[in-house]
């Protein structure tokens, strides 16, 4: 299983940038997916997260700013980033909470990050 990230990049302040990650490889069913960050010195942190329902939770610094959505079809997941602070600077990675047969639990897979830097 791999997650591919893509869309990162550098943006003014107030700016905007679309982030999008593709599962691929043998999986049996998706249910959560997510974005994280992890800025320089600080820990890793939720962003937002969808579930396979379509249901969201974002984190407070992003709310009204940022949309999460997913495409089932084509296994990926979308941060829409609106409104970009220097703030937000950071790495930005996936994460899919799958299955890889239908006996198996699922489990969750990090994609490889997306360097987002906000500055003018």
């Known amino acids: 299983v791999q997650l591919q990230a893509s869309g990162g990049g550098l943006v003014q302040p107030g700016g905007s940038l679309r982030l999008s990650c593709a599962a691929s490889?043998?999986?049996?069913?998706?249910?959560?997916m997510a974005w994280y960050r992890q800025a320089p010195g600080k820990q890793r942190e939720l962003v937002a997260i969808i579930q396979s329902g379509g249901s969201t939770t974002y984190a407070e610094s992003v709310k009204g700013r940022f949309t999460i959505s997913r495409d089932n079809a084509k296994n990926t997941v979308i941060l829409q980033m609106n409104s970009l602070e220097p703030e937000d600077t950071a790495v930005y990675y996936c994460?899919?909470?799958?299955?890889?047969?239908?006996?198996?639990?699922?489990?969750?897979?990090w994609g490889q990050g997306t360097l987002v830097t906000v500055s003018s």
């Open positions: 994460n899919a909470a799958l299955t890889t047969s239908s006996s198996t639990p699922a489990k969750w897979y």
């Open positions: 490889g043998s999986f049996f069913t998706i249910y959560a």
